[in-house]
């Protein structure tokens, strides 16, 4: 059996573009975000759970859904385009709450 290892590197304008656009999709699931220097602070709304989500955090959650593929097609083919291509283009704000949730919580648990 052949085992592979898939690497990804986000820059940190990259890291910074996203949860800026994140700002935009969290809203309905986060009660407080702040971007500083060195990540990200969210709140979770219901359960008022601190979260920080930094670059490196960002970078595992975007290989974590680009490895096991549980959103649509809509939302892998951006993330396939992150992790494969280093584009961050195609990564609105849906794609970038997804992103945060994986970063946050394991997995996407909302919307």
Sequence with gaps: MA?????????????????????????YWASYM????????F???ESGKKFF???EMLEQAA???YVKSPLNDYYQNAIRQLVVKGD??????????????QACFGQVIYG
């Design 34 to 41: 702040e971007h500083g220097d060195d990540g990200c602070h």
């Design 53 to 55: 989500v930094t670059r």
């Design 63 to 65: 290989l974590d859904l």
């Design 3 to 27: 085992t592979a290892t898939l690497t990804f590197k986000l820059p940190q304008e990259d890291f910074d573009g996203i949860i800026e656009t994140a700002g935009y999709g969290v809203g």
């Design 43 to 45: 709140t979770e709304d």
């Design 88 to 101: 961050s283009g195609d990564v609105g704000s849906d794609i970038a709450d997804a992103l945060v949730q």
